[in-house]
């Protein structure tokens, strides 16, 4: 299983994102597909999630009214719209899968067994 993760970038506080990424294969049917990001000196924090079987969503709560995650079952792909950009947003996103996580897990990067390479982005004040 390989995902890949594009649409990171440079852009201005108050700005717009749309991060993709694609699983090669969606040999689970209860997979679950997850964003991550990790700044500078801190540890990986949770952003959201998605079932890609039924659309159910999470959030962490510093980005909730601000991004939407999505998917397009079709092109096994997820999306994450990042929208009103913050400086605090920095960070590189990393999308993650996993085919048997729990809804408690889905915050947990531990339980989520596919990674994708990371994409930077980058909020300027």
């Known amino acids: 299983v390989q995902l890949q993760a594009s649409g990171g970038g440079p852009v201005q506080a108050g700005g717009s994102l749309r991060l993709s990424c694609t699983i090669s294969?969606?040999?689970?049917?209860?997979?679950?597909m997850g964003w991550f990001r990790q700044a500078p000196g801190k540890e990986r924090g949770f952003v959201a999630a998605i079932s890609l079987s039924d659309g159910t969503t999470d959030y962490a709560d510093s980005v909730k009214g601000r991004f939407t995650i999505s998917r397009d079952t079709a092109k096994n792909t997820v999306y994450l719209q990042m929208n009103s950009l913050m400086p605090e947003d920095t960070a590189v996103y990393y999308c993650?899968?996993?085919?048997?996580?729990?809804?408690?897990?889905?915050?947990?990067?531990?339980?989520?067994?596919?990674w994708g390479q990371g994409t930077v982005v980058t909020v300027s004040s």
């Open positions: 294969e969606r040999t689970f049917r209860r997979t679950v």
């Open positions: 993650a899968a996993d085919g048997t996580i729990i809804r408690s897990s889905w915050s947990n990067s531990a339980a989520y067994d596919h």
